[in-house]
Nanobody, 123 residues
Framework: QVQLVESGGGLVQAGGSLRLSCAAS????????MGWFRQAPGKEREFVAA????????NYAQSVKGRFTISRDNAKNTVYLQMNSLKPEDTAVYSC????????????????WGQGTQVTVSS
C-alpha cells in the first residue's frame, strides 16, 4: 500500500522557518518526481515546488522562490520542504505528491497524494 505522510507543520511567527517532511512507503519513489502543494481556506490548491527523481532538478512557484527549498533523500524515500522567511499568506495545508515527471507534477497531475499538514504563520 503506497502512502505519503507529511509532518513538520505547525504555528510559526512571520519571518520564521519550518521544515516539512514527506515520507513515502509502499515502494521506492527514487525515480518519481515529487512535489509540494498548498491550499488555504476558501482558495484552490496551488503548486509550491517540485523536484525530479533522478537529476534533482527543481521548480518553484514564483511566490516562494528564494524562500523555500525542496530536497529529497532517496535512501530514506523522503522529500523535504525548507520554508524560510515565512509570511502570513503562506498559511495553508501543505500536501506532498508524486508523479511520473516534474512537468506533470508541477501541473498537479500526480498519481499519489498525502493527507497534508497545517502550516499557520502569525503576523
Amino acid at each position: 500500500q503506497v502512502q505519503l505522510v507529511e509532518s513538520g507543520g505547525g504555528l510559526v511567527q512571520a519571518g520564521g522557518s519550518l521544515r516539512l517532511s514527506c515520507a513515502a512507503s509502499g515502494r521506492s519513489f527514487s525515480s518519481d518526481a515529487m512535489g509540494w502543494f498548498r491550499q488555504a481556506p476558501g482558495k484552490e490548491r496551488e503548486f509550491v515546488a517540485a523536484i525530479s527523481g533522478r537529476t534533482g532538478y527543481t521548480n518553484y512557484a514564483q511566490s516562494v522562490k528564494g524562500r523555500f527549498t525542496i530536497s529529497r533523500d532517496n535512501a530514506k524515500n523522503t522529500v523535504y520542504l525548507q520554508m524560510n522567511s515565512l509570511k502570513p499568506e503562506d498559511t495553508a495545508v501543505y500536501s506532498c505528491a508524486a508523479g511520473g515527471n516534474i512537468v506533470i507534477v508541477t501541473y498537479g497531475r500526480c498519481d499519489y497524494w498525502g493527507q497534508g499538514t497545517q502550516v499557520t504563520v502569525s503576523s
